[in-house]
């Protein structure tokens, strides 16, 4: 048997923001099954049970994650041996069991920085997501979805007010990466993807099982090959999957979204603040920090009035005494849902000036795209807004 990760199983207890987990999740009884899904020790075995030598798996799994041919013409086109040929043909066809992971390009939408691209991707669900790439000098990022919307609520974010939806599959998180690097490959060829950042639509650590199976999938170096050390998984706080990771030794980089340095300021903007107390929280990142070494990079999205106040660094600075963190501010993304207002440049730099005269690292994520709706969540949202409510409505998203 086949080991499938459980990304689309609840196990993992209670949504802190509802209390208790939606169930409208795919089944994972489902009759066809995404090839995509499957690490390559998975796939040797698919093959070994259909009776196909298992050493003709490699030669798959460049086809699929290294090429990245993604559709049943593609893989018929791909230079493999007769015997894989036969069984793809017969894995592909309808009631075959198998298909591929190829969402389908709803939109893009170019920003005017001509370096970032937002994709609403639609899944064979229907289910919306969005990926996005962003070009810096001498790389490029994609940002993606672990989730169809969120579960945690978080009121400035976009994600956040639409609510869960469902979890994404490894294949469905693999995918994205596909895309984009198409995408990117057909703008140039020489021109690749260096890092990933789990920073879309969806809690990462909500939907552990499948994002840390598609990580595995994404950093394999016969395939996509994006070095663990570029992958940053972002978190809201989810304390037993910051313990795991660092109890199983994930060599990925980990960010925190802080957003408030007591709990009051913190849970006024963060309900699964909640479900894992901030104390809970600061207490596993330092136990993070001193198990695995690494840095914490700190998120924290700067509001007017909420949380950019010269005593807020101050305690903040105060909190993460000791640790090795990095600060990354982000200016405020406008969303619909939430009446707070982007810090006023002079709080933010004076906010900055603190940290880093506590002798923290602290910088800005650079705003890309927001033109077109760029931020976490917010061309999902706009697209999903109903038809009777579009105009009135000033949000942009
Ligand atoms: N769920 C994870 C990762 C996705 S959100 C998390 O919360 O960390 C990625 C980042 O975007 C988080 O730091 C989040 O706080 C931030 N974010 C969400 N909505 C935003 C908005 N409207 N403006 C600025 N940052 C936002
Ligand atoms: Fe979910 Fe992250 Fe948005 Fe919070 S900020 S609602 S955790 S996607």
Redesign the pocket.
């Known amino acids: 048997m086949v080991a499938i990760p459980a990304g689309s199983r609840e196990s993992d207890g209670e949504c802190p923001a509802h209390g208790i987990f939606p169930d409208n999740i795919p089944s994972m009884s489902e009759a066809t099954r995404s090839l995509h899904d499957l690490d390559l020790a998975s796939l040797r075995e698919v093959l070994a049970a259909d009776g196909v030598n298992p050493v003709h798996a490699a030669a798959l799994w460049r086809s699929l994650h290294r090429e990245g041919r993604a559709t049943p013409e593609e893989l018929a086109a791909a230079p493999l041996l007769p015997p894989l040929h036969r069984w793809l043909e017969r894995a592909l066809a309808p009631g075959g069991g198998w298909f591929l992971d190829r969402p389908e390009p709803v939109e893009e939408i170019p920003s005017s920085d001509g370096l970032t691209r937002k994709f609403l991707l639609r899944l064979r669900d229907g289910q919306t997501i969005e990926t996005v790439l962003m070009g810096y000098e001498g790389r490029h990022t994609v940002c993606v979805s672990t989730q169809a919307g ?1 579960a ?1 609520g ?1 009121v ?5 007010q639409m609510g869960f939806v469902r979890h994404l599959r490894p294949g469905e998180i693999v995918a994205q990466v596909h895309h984009a690097r198409r995408v990117l490959r057909s703008v140039d060829p020489e021109k690749r993807v260096r890092n990933l950042v ?7 650590l909500h939907n552990y099982e499948a994002v840390m199976h598609a990580l595995g999938i994404i950093s394999d170096t016969r395939g996509l090959a994006i070095g663990p050390a570029r992958i940053a998984i ?3 706080g989810v304390v037993p999957g910051i313990r795991r990771l660092a109890s199983e030794g994930r060599p990925y980089r980990l ?3 802080l ?1 408030g340095s007591t709990r009051e300021e913190r849970s006024a903007l963060v309900p699964a603040d909640k479900r894992w107390s901030f104390d809970e929280l600061l207490e596993a990142c330092r136990d993070y920090g001193r198990e695995t070494g690494k840095r914490i990079f700190f ?1 924290w ?1 700067l509001i007017e009035g909420r949380n950019d106040s010269p005593e807020t660094a101050e305690r903040l600075a105060a909190l993460l005494a000791g640790m090795d963190a990095h600060l990354n501010l ?6 619909g849902g ?1 009446d707070g207002v982007e810090s006023q440049a002079g709080s933010a730099r004076r906010f900055q000036a603190i940290l880093r005269a506590a002798g923290f690292p602290c910088t800005f994520r650079q705003r890309r795209g927001i033109d077109v709706a760029a ?4 061309l999902r949202a706009e697209r999903k807004k109903p038809a009777a409510t579009a105009g009135v409505s000033p949000s942009r998203r």
Do not use: K
Not at 156 to 160: I, P, V
Not at 375 to 378: E, N, S
């Open positions: 969120c945690m978080c400035f974010c976009a994600t956040g789990l920073m879309g639509m969806g809690e990462p972002s978190t809201v960010a925190v979204s957003h998120e999205t982000i200016p405020l993304n406008p969303t939430f931020g976490c969540g917010m």
